[in-house]
């Protein structure tokens, strides 16, 4: 077999991926399985941009939007109480936004890749793109890459101040709607 046909069929192997697991994340019911649904659709995106010759991009979405993102996301639905009896699934609105959205990403594909030449479909680099991405990184871009860094830092402490404080908040409504109850109960028995 030659080896744009392997390329092929991988190819169409991860659109079928990307496309079924996509589907999965907007129609299932429940918010668990939709993320792990999103689990395949990112690897799917890995895999092809891997076949693109890009293994910078395709190693580093496995690392940070698997491994990273998604992990977040999962222990976010997982650790918010009551979320399986939230139902978030609306027929004819999901109908409806999911055939305008895909209306709209349609045309918008088909006048993007319309004009464009495809003479290099198939091209493969012959080195590897970690090396110059990485020297890159560490030289001409180290200020903006260290920028970003601290930046995620502090939205994670942030996102952390805000959750316990709505923890605080809870627990305080919590102690006074007890105390209410048993200043009502003691009332209740002292008449």
């Known amino acids: 077999m030659d080896s744009l046909t392997v390329q092929a069929i991988f190819f169409y192997i991860f659109a079928a991926l990307i496309i079924g697991s996509a589907l999965l994340v907007v129609l299932l019911r429940n918010i668990v399985r939709s993320a792990f649904a999103l689990f395949f659709t990112l690897f799917g995106v890995a895999g092809i941009y891997i076949l693109l010759g890009a293994d910078f991009v ?35 609105g999901t109908l409806v936004m999911g055939t305008v959205s895909a209306i709209i990403t349609f045309t918008i594909i088909y006048y993007s890749i319309k004009p464009v030449s495809w003479l290099y479909i198939g091209y493969k680099a012959d080195l590897p793109t970690t090396g110059p991405i990485g020297t890159q990184l560490m030289t001409n871009y180290l200020l903006p890459f260290e920028l970003a860094s601290v930046l995620l830092v502090l939205a994670m402490v942030g996102a952390a101040y805000l959750i316990r404080s709505e923890v605080r908040e809870s627990r305080h409504k919590g102690a006074a709607d007890q105390r209410s109850k048993i200043q009502s109960t003691v009332e209740g028995k002292g008449n």
């Open 58 to 92: 395709g190693v580093t979405q496995v690392l940070i939007y698997i491994g990273g993102v998604l992990i977040l996301i999962v222990f976010g639905v997982m650790l918010t109480h009551n979320v399986y009896s939230v139902d978030i699934f609306n027929k004819l």
